[in-house]
């Protein structure tokens, strides 16, 4: 599985492929009637957006690492898993890296609860517009995806911290190090 997931990581394309065919077979079940081929053109529209974001992110965590896709997908692989590199250099680019994300994170809980008015106004106008299976089968998903973000950004972030303070204490046992010797 962890292969699975490095080639995904490093391969934009086919997560963002994937993702289309999943969102569409989503949409025909909560909603069918449409032609398969309707729903995907018009999942792939909506989805620039965030394939655009996607991008420009890894863009940002390369130039960040100094590194390619492979190295922040290995980055992110040791973040995962709560290991501190011992090769400095390694140390030093997940050390930035940390840093960038938590920096871009800080103000998550204000764009969770965007999100969760958001959702829940789209969740009243599928109430009140579309017949009772779709709005139930809407709400549903609407409150399992809404607590997956929750629980999710709670524990990236609080990964992140922790990889921050590991990182700091690495660094401070380093310095005392050099400065026995």
Not at 158 to 172: C, G, I, P, T, V
């Amino acid at each position: 599985m962890r292969r699975l997931n490095a080639w995904f990581g490093e391969h934009l394309w086919a997560t963002a492929l994937v993702s289309l065919v999943a969102a569409s077979a989503l949409i025909m079940l909560i909603s069918p009637g449409r032609p398969w081929w309707q729903v995907l053109l018009r999942v792939s529209v909506i989805s620039l957006g965030g394939v655009a974001v996607i991008y420009v992110r890894r863009c940002r965590e390369k130039r960040v690492t100094g590194g390619s896709d492979r190295t922040v997908v290995a980055l992110e692989e040791r973040l995962r898993r709560g290991e501190v590199p011992e090769e400095t250099g390694e140390r030093e680019a997940l050390e930035r890296l940390v840093a960038h994300r938590l920096h871009a994170s800080r103000h998550w809980r204000w764009a969770a609860a965007g999100m969760y008015v958001l959702i829940g106004l789209v969740m009243v106008g599928v109430a009140l517009t579309a017949e009772a299976p779709v709005a139930v089968g809407y709400a549903v998903f609407s409150a399992v995806f809404l607590g997956w973000l929750t629980l999710s950004a709670v524990r990236r972030v609080r990964q992140l911290r922790d990889m921050a303070e590991a990182l700091r204490q690495e660094k401070n046992a380093g310095v005392l190090r050099v400065g026995e010797a």
